[in-house]
Each structure stands twice: as C-alpha cells, then as structure tokens.
C-alpha cells in the first residue's frame, strides 16, 4: 500500500502487512493510522487509504481536507 509524506509528497509502497502489525503494536488513538517517518525530510506520512485492523479507514484526502480547514480562518 502507498504512504505518502504530507510535508514533500514522497510516495513509498509499504507492505500491508507491515501496516498491520504497527497498527497492532499500536495502543494509541484509534483516528490515527500507523505512522511512518518519510526518508527524504522526516515529514509524517499518511496512509493513501487504510483499513485499519479495528474496521477504522483512513485516507489521505480525509487529512489534506482537514488540513485546509485548519488553515482558512472559517
Ligand atoms: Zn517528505
């Protein structure tokens, strides 16, 4: 599955599996996805789209979203 770094928009291909066992070995919020650190800058990457183990989906553009929320002043 592709992850994608939200601060340069690096793309890298993590096995589902991988996900799985962090997502497992996770006992934190359940809004948030298992997370990566992109290679390029240390940004945080986001899942381009995840079910999570607990049934939770998680997809990048749900983030993007968010985020020009919290930038505009509505
Ligand atoms: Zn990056």
Redesign the pocket.
């Known amino acids: 599955m592709k992850y994608i770094?939200l601060?340069?928009?690096?793309v890298e291909s993590i096995p589902l599996n991988v996900v799985q066992d962090f997502d497992r070995m996770d006992q934190g919020d359940p809004a948030v996805p298992p997370q990566f650190t992109?290679e390029?800058?240390?940004?945080a990457?986001y899942p381009e789209y995840y079910k999570g183990i607990y049934g939770c989906e998680y997809r990048i553009s749900d983030r993007l979203e968010n985020k020009e929320v919290e930038g505009s002043s509505k």
């Open positions: 770094c601060t340069c928009s690096e992109c390029s800058c240390e940004g990457m």
